[in-house]
Every structure is written in structure tokens, then in C-alpha cells.
């Protein structure tokens, strides 16, 4: 079935540093790819989405990219901060037959060292 | 908007038991998720609603687990028996349509023994 892989699933860079995380998809008919921040005992949240009819798209210091050619995205983040430090999550939705099939990768955790 | 709201949020049971969680998604969303969050597997899709419809539940582990939108703002997860496999974080999530960003709920720790 489709799935999302997420890389690396653990992640530590020096404040200041660029992280960057990558998730590839399998489903060719996804077309929306959201990237959700989950802090230590919270809820996840949406940080940045991409649609597919869209390369790259950027809000401060987090920034997504796509290349629907080798179903793959990626969520950069640049300046890195310790309140970066948190688990993010890749997802892609596709609709398929009618049916939105929404799903989730693995998650990083990214850990900013001060 | 409170954003979408879930109870309770922890919940200790003993294997066994029926658990039932709840969810009020945000007035106005079409379509509402339940996730079961673990270390082990991540966040899974359990089910989704449009519209009150159950739409895909191929998420729900087995026949323990149901689910129930009876309208627009109220869903419930139920597992009855539980065991203690069932352990997890629960979240709701809505949505103004499903592929769409969704908006959590603060989750139910659920604690089988």
C-alpha cells in the first residue's frame, strides 16, 4: 500500500545550523503535502504545506520543497533555534476513488543544541 | 473557536474494560480523523469521517475498536474489550475537507493494565 518514508529519524545540529528533513512518498497521486511540529507532551501542528502544483514555498525560516517527479519533499529550516527542538512529521494526501488517503511519516526528532 | 476539544484526556482502565473517547471537531470542519499515536508506530490513521460518514477505517486494528459520528459535532472511539496493546495517545483532528491541513485535538492517554 502507499506509504511515507521519513529520514533522518533523528536529527542534531548546533543552534544555529541548518536542519533539513526529507520524506519520500509512493502514492504518484498525492497532491498535498503538509509538514506538522509535535513538542514534548503537545499536540501536532502544521508548520509549513506544499501542494504539487508548487516547487518550493517559504515562511521565515522554514521553507518546503518538492520534486513530484521523484516523489520526494523536504522541510529545511535555517537559523536553527532551541525551541526548533521537537518531532516533525512529513504527511502526503492523495484522493484516490473518491477516498482522501491522508498519511504520515515516521517523524524526526530534531534536537537543537545550544 | 476552543479548536477541537477531546475527553478526557487521560484515562486509566484495566484490561477488560470498554474505554470510549470523544471528540468535538471545530464548528463548520467536514471531515474529522481519529490517530493512535505510539514510540513504536508512529502516528496511525484509525478512521475518517466526511460529512458523518465513515469514509476509510482500514486503520482500525480490529473488531475491538468502533467507531461513531452521530452528526457534525461529536465523535466517539470506542474499545471494548481493551488490552493493554491498546495503550497510546488517541488524537482527534479536523479538517474543512480532508485534503486539507487538520487541526488536533490535545489527545487521550490511554493507559491499559
Known amino acids: 500500500g502507499e506509504n511515507v518514508e521519513q529520514h533522518p529519524s533523528t536529527l542534531s545540529v548546533q543552534e544555529g545550523d541548518s536542519a533539513v528533513i526529507k520524506c519520500t512518498y509512493s502514492?504518484?497521486?498525492?497532491?498535498?503535502f503538509p509538514w506538522y511540529k509535535q513538542e514534548l507532551g503537545k499536540r501536532p501542528q502544521l508548520i509549513i504545506d506544499i501542494r504539487s502544483n508548487v516547487g518550493e514555498k517559504k515562511d521565515q525560516r522554514i521553507a518546503v520543497t518538492l520534486n513530484k517527479t521523484a516523489k520526494h519533499f523536504s522541510l529545511h529550516i535555517t537559523e536553527t533555534q532551541p525551541e526548533d527542538s521537537a518531532v516533525y512529521f512529513c504527511a502526503a494526501s492523495s484522493l484516490t476513488s473518491g477516498t482522501y488517503k491522508y498519511i504520515f511519516g515516521t517523524g524526526t526528532r530534531l534536537k537543537v543544541l545550544a | 473557536d476552543a479548536g477541537v476539544i477531546q475527553s478526557p484526556r487521560h484515562e486509566v482502565t484495566e484490561m477488560g474494560q470498554e474505554v470510549t473517547l470523544r471528540c468535538k471537531p471545530i464548528s463548520g470542519h467536514n471531515s474529522l480523523f481519529w490517530y493512535r499515536q505510539t514510540m513504536m508506530r508512529g502516528l496511525e490513521l484509525l478512521i475518517y469521517?466526511?460529512?458523518?460518514?465513515?469514509?476509510?477505517d482500514s486503520g482500525m486494528p480490529e473488531d475491538r475498536f468502533s467507531a461513531k459520528m452521530p452528526n457534525a459535532s461529536f465523535s466517539t472511539l470506542k474499545i471494548q474489550p481493551s488490552e493493554p496493546r491498546d495503550s497510546a495517545v488517541y488524537f482527534c483532528?479536523?479538517?474543512?475537507?480532508?485534503?486539507?491541513?487538520?487541526?488536533f485535538g490535545p489527545g487521550t492517554r490511554l493507559t491499559v493494565l
Open positions: 483532528a479536523s479538517t474543512l475537507w480532508a485534503g486539507n491541513e487538520q487541526f
Open positions: 502514492d504518484s497521486a498525492s497532491n498535498y
Open positions: 469521517f466526511n460529512n458523518n460518514v465513515p469514509i476509510d
